[in-house]
């Protein structure tokens, strides 16, 4: 029988990983305050980043349904599309003030649907749990989600002194959040096998 160290190792390697620009901000938090947050019925706390990545979701999957509603009734088809952009207008009201692009420069990352690995200027200790905020671009899809450090190496970038490689597991993450990461990770590798 396999321990959880080899499952979650195993695990990790079912998703396809590659390099991307993504703007992060990150904080340690403590298993306590991760455990309080969460609601009941989820595996997540209930939060905007959350909130917006399940709305834009939503809206994918409704695509072909309001096409349909479109051939048959207009005005229908109109009324929705009114309510959907009053949805988003909401939406983008909300995060406003969680808005990761106003705090930090993007940076790059090695992503994919079990984790990520980032370059921070302080290290963080093997098993501390952090809160992620990040941004996928182009497409500005905001994810949040907790993750435990699995590794953090030190080395010494010539022109910025002493920096750390964090390696990050995605922790309690909701199955509609990982698809989003990984449905990204998809198109940033079709897109870069089209260009050569």
């Known amino acids: 029988m396999k321990n959880i160290s080899e499952q979650t190792k195993e695990d990790n390697r079912k998703f396809f990983r590659i390099n991307d620009m993504v703007f992060l901000s990150y904080r340690v938090v403590s298993w306590a305050e991760v455990r309080s947050s969460q609601r009941p019925d989820s595996s997540l706390p209930v939060h905007k980043l959350t909130l917006k990545s399940n709305l834009d979701q939503l809206s994918r999957e409704l695509v072909p349904l309001n096409n349909?509603?479109?051939?048959?009734?207009?005005?229908?088809?109109?009324?929705?599309?009114?309510?959907?952009?009053?949805?988003?207008?909401?939406?983008?009201?909300?995060?406003?003030?969680?808005?990761?692009?106003?705090?930090?420069?993007?940076?790059?990352?090695?992503?994919?649907?079990?984790?990520?690995?980032?370059?921070?200027?302080?290290?963080?200790?093997?098993?501390?749990?952090?809160?992620?905020?990040?941004?996928?671009?182009p497409e500005v899809t905001s994810i949040y989600s907790y993750a435990k450090v699995v590794s953090s190496t030190g080395f010494t970038d010539d022109s910025k002194g002493q920096k750390y490689k964090i390696g990050v597991e995605f922790e309690n993450m909701e199955d509609g959040v990982r698809d989003l990461i990984t449905r990204h990770v998809l198109i940033k590798e079709q897109t870069l096998l089209n260009k050569s």
Do not use: H, R, W
């Open 68 to 137: 349909i509603i479109k051939k048959s009734n207009t005005k229908v088809a109109e009324y929705l599309s009114a309510l959907d952009k009053k949805i988003n207008l909401l939406s983008e009201y909300l995060l406003e003030e969680e808005d990761t692009e106003t705090d930090v420069e993007p940076q790059e990352v090695n992503i994919g649907g079990g984790g990520l690995m980032f370059v921070s200027d302080n290290p963080i200790v093997v098993g501390a749990m952090l809160e992620l905020k990040m941004k996928l671009l």
